[in-house]
């Protein structure tokens, strides 16, 4: 049984390692990257989605 905690939003991708489940998503600050714990994928986050995440103003 999964008992971390998903405080990211979802994303409409359901293919996590070749399975229909979705990915869950850590995001990085400091490397402005966004992570899926369970197939280790590394994805850019935007500046919208960076600013929605942090708080900052759009730009």
Known sequence: ?????????????????GKSEP?????SKHTKMRRCVKCKSKIPITKEEF?????????
């Open 51 to 59: 600013a929605l995440k942090w708080g900052l103003k759009k730009t």
């Open 23 to 27: 990915h869950i998503w850590r995001f």
């Open 1 to 17: 049984m999964n008992t971390s905690v998903n405080t990211s939003r979802r994303i409409k991708s359901m293919n996590c390692h």
